[in-house]
T-cell receptor
Framework: DTAVSQTPKYLVTQMGNDKSIKCEQNLGHDTMYWYKQDSKKFLKIMFSYNNKELIINETVPNRFSPKSPDKAHLNLHINSLELGDSAVYFC????????????FGQGTRLTVV | EDQVTQSPEALRLQEGESSSLNCSYTVSGLRGLFWYRQDPGKGPEFLFTLYSAGEEKEKERLKATLTKKESFLHITAPKPEDSATYLCAVSMAGGTSYGKLTFGQGTILTVHP
């Protein structure tokens, strides 16, 4: 039973399209995150939600909009996709904000063509 | 500016050849330092959390240590299955950074049989 699951695992789409990535955690954690890993494997935080409340919103284009319908789910919607959005996006969760280890999903490889 | 720097960028070892990976950090108020392992095509997998200088944690062939400026991940008698990218991350206390993990760029470890 996967702790943090993301769908889809691969996403290939054309420039200008809108797409969503879904994430679910069954660990009962309070905090969820979206991270972006670029081609150089550098992992950088994008957003964090704690009990459905947005608590971290890094410098990310407005085209990226997270949504947390409940504590166990955090989705990422991306409008008007650009070539530079191509990356691997990871969802993660932790029991508390930054105090405990984060558990990561398997990632969604987004390719914009 | 908060920074996390890992060295070396890549490390090649022979099976059984012990070595260390370094993670140096400059943050205002460290809450915790985390080590993760990432295999190709997968999400980071949690290894250790260190909270205060002088703390040490061990797991099989891995041992993590922490000082006020850096952390080391010591690998004793590595095996080929230890080959992976090792990521260091810090969590800061308070302010706008509270709750987020800032990652280093990782060290790619390759262990040859």
């Amino acid at each position: 039973d996967t702790a943090v699951s993301q769908t889809p695992k691969y996403l290939v789409t054309q420039m200008g399209n809108d797409k969503s990535i879904k994430c679910e955690q069954n660990l009962g954690h309070d905090t969820m995150y979206w991270y972006k890993q670029d081609s150089k494997k550098f992992l950088k935080i994008m957003f964090s939600y704690n009990n459905k409340e947005l608590i971290i919103n890094e410098t990310v284009p407005n085209r990226f909009s997270p949504k947390s319908p409940d504590k166990a789910h955090l989705n990422l919607h991306i409008n008007s996709l650009e070539l530079g959005d191509s990356a691997v996006y990871f969802c993660a969760s932790s029991q508390y904000r930054g105090d405990t280890e984060a558990f990561f999903g398997q990632g969604t490889r987004l390719t914009v063509v | 500016e908060d920074q996390v720097t890992q060295s070396p960028e890549a490390l090649r070892l022979q099976e059984g050849e012990s070595s260390s990976l370094n993670c140096s950090y400059t943050v205002s108020g460290l809450r915790g330092l985390f080590w993760y392992r990432q295999d190709p095509g997968k999400g980071p997998e949690f290894l250790f959390t260190l909270y205060s200088a002088g703390e040490e944690k061990e797991k099989e062939r891995l041992k993590a240590t922490l000082t006020k400026k850096e952390s080391f991940l010591h690998i004793t008698a590595p095996k080929p299955e230890d080959s992976a990218t090792y990521l260091c991350a810090v969590s800061m206390a308070g302010g706008t950074s509270y709750g987020k993990l800032t990652f280093g760029q990782g060290t790619i470890l390759t262990v040859h049989p």
